[in-house]
């Protein structure tokens, strides 16, 4: 029989040293739910491979997806005791439902979806597609100029560490700003945008960016389950991003070597096999989790897993919701999952290249994470969205260099 797929990496969090003590009895409804699950994924693959016309693709989600997930949040609602934990789920169903029917209309663009590519962009979408992400280099000069024009954010981020050294600080920058532009004018010269249009199957436009400061006295990161004496695992801080639609890049702006924090990736983990739906849905709970315990002022970046209390709750969901986007600490070292994703990480220190554009969402990455020194990065937002008419950018252009003249920049 076929496996049941869940969430990839399958950690069986039931063996966890921070979980298996808690004493929290197991559902004894886990073939139900997978079952349920099973049927949801089965009928988003059905809709993703039929071409529909905007109103009938709603239809057609309402009625079959749509209304198996509408079922299973409401065996879940009815079986699931702890209130916390049903609200909970409730938010993240909602969310997950109009995610979905986002994402079908995306696939069904792509039914439509035709690219010329030159030999660079065919490139980069062979990349992707092998491995989820794709390295490049700018030149010497062209990051030389964009570390001179970040010189008054190099500031400000160095300000603001100064003044909260163990969280991450990081600031948005305006996306038609002279760094803005550059970077865009790169990402098209080297044939990127085109590439992840071409891997993605639809438009894809450079939507945003912030430059981020990493340094060795930030802890967030840092002693998730200190408290029952494990160490920060070889794997801490792996994960997938949280939308499903915004493929990223990482740019160095500064150089970077094993210690101040490289951008790892994990080759290939964009085509392992897993639940469309549960990838989904693991998302939206991750994000719809509100933290009300009040106790404690650690600066570690997910309570949900440091907090006993939401441990044991994590413990009443059914075993196929057992998951998290971000759950590199949650993999015990000396594991062969540990072996099997730090064996396939690639670095991106200074010697392999300084971008990396990648699919972030259905790909396993990590980054930020400065053992010694210090690292300056653009992080870069793409959409999957259709082109702006070039009549509209040039406007929005104009309105930004305004803007920045009023205000003397
Ligand atoms: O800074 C990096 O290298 C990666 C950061 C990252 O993956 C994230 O912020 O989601
Ligand atoms: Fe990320």
């Known amino acids: 029989?076929?496996?049941?797929?869940?969430?990839?990496?399958?950690?069986?969090?039931?063996?966890?040293?921070?979980?298996?003590?808690?004493?929290?009895?197991?559902?004894?409804?886990?073939?139900?739910?997978?079952?349920?699950?099973?049927?949801?994924?089965?009928?988003?693959?059905?809709?993703?491979?039929?071409?529909?016309?905007?109103?009938?693709?709603?239809?057609?989600?309402?009625?079959?997806?749509?209304?198996?997930?509408?079922?299973?949040?409401?065996?879940?609602?009815?079986?699931?005791?702890?209130?916390?934990?049903?609200?909970?789920?409730?938010?993240?169903?909602?969310?997950?439902?109009?995610?979905l029917l986002y994402e079908a209309r995306i696939r069904n663009d792509r039914h439509e979806f035709n690219r010329m590519l030159s030999p660079q962009a065919r490139r980069v979408a062979d990349d992707l597609k092998r491995d989820g992400a794709h390295i490049c280099r700018l030149t010497g000069a062209e990051r030389q100029k964009l570390w001179e024009l970040c010189a008054p954010a190099v500031a400000r981020l160095r300000a603001a560490a100064a003044l909260n050294p163990k969280t991450r600080v990081a600031e948005s920058m305006p996306r038609y700003s002279g760094v803005g532009v550059r970077l865009e004018k790169f990402f098209r010269r080297s044939g990127a945008l085109d590439g992840l249009s071409a891997y993605f199957g639809s438009n894809v436009t450079f939507t945003g960016f912030s430059l981020e400061y990493s340094h060795n006295k930030q802890d967030w990161w840092q002693n998730c389950y200190a408290d029952v004496g494990l160490a920060t695992s070889k794997t801490v801080y792996m994960h997938y991003d949280h939308g499903c639609r915004n493929p990223k890049a990482i740019v160095?702006?500064?150089?970077?070597?094993?210690?101040?924090?490289?951008?790892?990736?994990?080759?290939?983990?964009?085509?392992?096999?897993?639940?469309?739906?549960?990838?989904?849905?693991?998302?939206?709970?991750?994000?719809?989790?509100?933290?009300?315990?009040?106790?404690?002022?650690?600066?570690?970046?997910?309570?949900?897993?440091?907090?006993?209390?939401?441990?044991?709750?994590?413990?009443?969901?059914?075993?196929?919701?057992?998951?998290?986007?971000?759950?590199?600490?949650?993999?015990?070292?000396?594991?062969?999952?540990?072996?099997?994703?730090?064996?396939?990480?690639?670095?991106?220190?200074?010697d392999v290249g300084n971008c990396v554009v990648f699919d972030g969402d259905y790909g396993i990455h990590r980054g930020a994470l400065a053992e010694s020194g210090e690292r300056f990065v653009f992080q870069v937002i793409f959409a999957v969205e259709p082109e702006i008419p070039k009549i509209k950018a040039l406007q929005q252009r104009a309105r930004a260099i305004a803007r920045r003249l009023l205000k003397g920049e």
Not at 16 to 36: I, N, T
Not at 299 to 306: A, D, H, T, V
């Open 1 to 99: 029989m076929k496996q049941q797929l869940r969430f990839y990496p399958d950690i069986d969090y039931r063996v966890h040293p921070a979980f298996r003590d808690l004493g929290v009895p197991a559902r004894d409804d886990d073939s139900v739910v997978d079952g349920m699950i099973a049927n949801i994924d089965r009928d988003l693959e059905a809709l993703h491979a039929t071409r529909y016309h905007a109103a009938a693709l709603r239809e057609a989600f309402d009625s079959g997806p749509g209304c198996r997930i509408a079922e299973l949040a409401a065996y879940l609602d009815r079986t699931t005791s702890n209130e916390r934990v049903r609200r909970l789920l409730s938010r993240a169903f909602k969310d997950v439902t109009a995610e």
């Open 252 to 350: 160095a702006l500064s150089n970077v070597t094993e210690e101040n924090g490289p951008t790892g990736y994990i080759k290939g983990s964009n085509t392992k096999p897993r639940s469309n739906f549960i990838h989904f849905l693991i998302k939206s709970i991750d994000l719809r989790f509100y933290d009300d315990y009040v106790a404690g002022t650690r600066s570690y970046y997910r309570r949900r897993f440091q907090e006993v209390e939401y441990r044991r709750e994590f413990l009443m969901l059914p075993t196929a919701l057992q998951a998290c986007s971000h759950f590199g600490e949650d993999i015990t070292d000396d594991t062969d999952l540990s072996a099997d994703l730090l064996k396939d990480e690639i670095k991106l220190t200074h």
